[in-house]
């Protein structure tokens, strides 16, 4: 290889170099936020669900009406889902602990249905691969929307806890890898 052709590689390494080392360092920064303002990130975030429920469901509204697709069932549950979107959208903007209830509820449930859908999906599949972890990830998600329903301020608190957490340590994986990069750059 000519060194005309290595010297762009190497720009274009060294300039990621800092690209990379920024984003770990804001990935860091993020996580310290989440894990010194668990409850703030926790209303933050039932705050920006409250946002998504109302927006979703407008346009759930909308397309029940406006889309020729699907049967007239369809069409009606879609607007019922719309509505009740919009519904819970507005009264999370009631309080933050409406939202925050709001946001344990679709987190547990969501949990509580992934859960059961895969124990049956599990249990009914015998010659399935991998059926074992199926049924214990299965068993694992109801358990933990069952815990989140039941004590959703302290699970709510420990999952931003947690997702903060997670982000210090990706973050320190994207500084160490950039400044890997930036050796490699060096020895091109």
Known sequence: MSTASVDPIQGMMGRTFGIVLAFGLATIALGVILM???????????VM???????????LIVASFSS???GT???????????????????AF????????????????????????????????PGMPARGWVIFIGALSLVAGIV???????????????????LVLLGVVEVIGSFQLRSLSKTL
């Open 148 to 166: 989140v329903l039941s004590w959703p301020a302290i699970t709510l608190n420990a999952l931003v806890w947690v997702t903060g957490l997670w």
């Open 73 to 91: 069932g369809i069409r009606v549950m879609s607007a019922i889902a719309g509505l009740f979107s919009v519904l819970l959208g507005v009264v």
């Open 49 to 59: 669900v409250g946002i998504y429920l109302i927006i979703s469901g407008i346009f």
């Open 36 to 46: 010194v303002f668990t409850e703030q990130s926790v209303a933050f975030f039932a």
């Open 68 to 70: 020729d697709t699907g």
């Open 94 to 125: 009631r309080g933050i602990s409406q939202a925050v209830a709001i946001l344990a509820l679709l987190i547990g449930v969501g949990w509580v249905v992934r859960g059961i859908a895969e124990l049956i999906e599990g249990i009914a599949n």
